[in-house]
């Protein structure tokens, strides 16, 4: 689980971007988080390992 993740967020998964709509705390015990995302297309690749670090952009 993680706070702070807002609609500012994006998700990152293979070659697809994911804008964060809502995220909320699957049950309710602070370990897993659930987030709902909006599809918004292919990674643009601008040099370097864009996203591969992390899951979470903002």
Do not use: H, P, W
Not at 23 to 32: M, T, W
Not at 38 to 43: K, S, W
């Amino acid at each position: 689980y993680r706070r702070g993740i807002t609609a500012d967020y994006e998700v990152v998964c293979d070659d697809s971007v994911y804008r964060v709509k809502r995220q909320r705390d699957l049950n309710g015990a602070r370990r897993f988080l659930l987030l709902e995302c909006t599809e918004l297309g292919a990674e643009e690749q601008m040099g370097g390992r864009s996203g591969a670090d992390s899951i979470f952009t903002r």
